[in-house]
C-alpha cells in the first residue's frame, strides 16, 4: 500500500546514494556567472567529477529529466516557490494516473501514493518511506500534508500544493534558490545503519544521525578539516571541494 510501481521506483533507485546538500551551491556560486541554476549535463560532469549532487532544486530538476527519459509522466511541485523557504519536489503518475510524491530534497526512503480516492491509499500510519519516522498522508484540495511521527513522540508537518508548478516558474524560483545562500551550510544522506535506513545530517556545525532508536550526536569538530574529513567519509565528496565551499560558509559566518 501507497508503494509506486517498479517503473517509478526504478528511475527514483538511481538516487539513492544522492545527499541533499547547500555546499555545492555555495563551492558554485562564484564559478557560475550570472545564471547559477546548473543544467542537468553539468549537474552529472560535477557528480562523476567530483561526487557533489546538489540542493532540492538540483535533485528535483534532475529527478525530473531522468523521469522524461524513462517516458514517465512528472511535474515539479513545492511550497514556498516565491521566497527563500522555498522546497522543491516531483510528482511522478504511474501509467492508471495515480500521483506520487517523489521527494529527494527531503531524502524519502521511496516515493509515495498522494491519491486518496486510488484503491491502495490509507490515511494511516506507514514505515519504510521517510528515515526514521513514519508517515501519514492526507490530501485536499490540491494540497497535501505529510505528518512524520517520529520515534520519541513527536510529530511533525509538511504541506505541499501538488498541484503542478509551470516549469519556467519552477526555473525562475530555483534560480532564485541558487541565489541566495543561507549562512548555515546543509547535508543530509540516507545511510545504512543497523537493520534500517537511517538519515545522517550535517547543519551550522553540527552533525547527527536520526534512527528509529532515537537521536545520536556527533561529537564535535573543531576545524573545517576536520568537517571536509566527517562529510567525505559519509558522502565520498571530493576533499578540496568540502574544503573550499565550507570555507564559504566559515566567512559566511563571520
Not at 71 to 91: C, F, K, R, T
Not at 107 to 116: E, N, T, V
Request: charged share 25%; glycine share 6%; aromatic share 12%.
Amino acid at each position: 500500500m501507497l508503494e509506486a510501481p517498479q517503473s517509478i521506483l526504478s528511475v527514483w533507485k538511481k538516487f539513492d546514494h544522492f545527499p541533499m546538500e547547500t555546499l555545492t551551491k555555495a563551492w558554485f556560486y562564484d564559478k557560475a556567472g550570472t545564471k547559477k541554476q546548473r543544467d542537468v549535463s553539468l549537474m552529472k560532469e560535477h557528480r562523476a567529477q567530483y561526487g557533489i549532487t546538489g540542493n532540492c532544486f538540483d535533485l528535483a530538476i534532475w529527478l525530473l529529466h531522468e523521469f522524461m527519459e524513462a517516458g514517465i509522466q512528472a511535474y515539479p511541485v513545492g511550497h514556498e516557490l516565491h521566497n527563500s523557504s522555498a522546497h522543491a519536489a516531483v510528482v511522478a503518475v504511474d501509467e492508471e494516473g495515480h500521483r506520487f510524491l517523489c521527494d529527494l530534497g527531503d531524502q524519502w526512503l521511496q516515493p509515495i501514493l498522494i491519491d486518496s480516492k486510488a484503491r491502495n491509499f490509507t490515511p494511516e500510519k506507514r514505515s519504510g518511506f521517510f528515515p526514521a519516522a513514519d508517515v501519514q498522508v492526507s490530501t485536499q484540495h490540491g494540497q497535501l500534508e505529510i505528518a512524520y511521527h517520529r520515534p520519541n513522540g513527536k510529530i511533525s508537518r509538511q504541506s505541499y500544493d501538488t498541484n503542478p508548478v509551470e516549469l519556467n516558474f519552477f526555473l525562475d524560483a530555483a534560480e532564485r534558490s541558487q541565489n541566495y545562500i543561507y549562512p548555515k551550510a546543509l547535508l543530509e544522506q540516507r545511510i545504512s545503519y543497523k537493520n534500517e535506513t537511517a538519515h545522517w545530517e550535517f547543519y551550522n556545525w553540527k552533525s547527527f544521525l536520526s534512527t528509529t532508536e532515537g537521536l545520536y550526536h556527533d561529537p564535535p569538530a573543531d576545524t573545517i578539516e576536520e568537517w571536509t574529513d566527517r562529510i567525505h567519509e559519509k558522502t565520498g565528496y571530493d576533499r578540496e571541494l568540502l574544503t573550499e565551499s565550507l570555507g564559504f560558509y566559515k566567512k559566511l559566518k563571520g
